[in-house]
């Protein structure tokens, strides 16, 4: 898990997109997530998903979060921000099962925070998998 950046405003949405007037997503919107490939370091073992979280300001959680749009998980988090597409429905479930509540749909993030990836650093990421 890695915290990518800070959610501002309310946190505990379920599964709503906010400004949607929708109370809940259908199981198969598609939804973009922050994610990136994890490579174990053992090559006998099959590489995974990292899924990136946002941290509430006020307890310092860890939250999922994943977009209605790829716009809006660009605008949000910076055109360098890997991610996966996932039906809302498993994507809700895998992470209820892993301890997560709720997921924060189309966060709003703090002014000025900073993306976390940059052409450099995803650059970076990219060559050091590669070895």
Avoid at 26 to 54: C, I, K, Q, S, W
Avoid at 78 to 105: C, D, S, T, Y
Wanted: hydrophobic share 40%; charged share 20%.
């Amino acid at each position: 898990m890695s915290r990518i950046s800070e959610l501002s405003g309310e946190f505990g949405l379920s599964g709503a997109a906010e400004g949607t007037g929708q109370t809940e997503l259908a199981p198969d919107t598609r939804l973009f997530v922050p994610a990136h490939p994890r490579y174990p370091a053992d090559p006998e073992l099959a590489p995974g998903v990292g899924f990136e979280f946002l941290t509430e300001p006020r307890t310092g959680s860890a939250v999922p979060v994943a977009f209605t749009t790829l716009d809006a998980l660009v605008g949000a988090l910076g055109e360098n921000q890997p991610w996966i597409a996932l039906p809302a429905g498993p994507f809700a479930e895998l992470m209820r099962r892993n301890g997560f509540g709720h997921l924060k749909v189309d966060p709003v993030l703090r002014p000025g925070t900073q993306p976390y990836w940059t052409a450099e650093n995803l650059r970076d990421y990219t060559e050091a998998v590669r070895t």
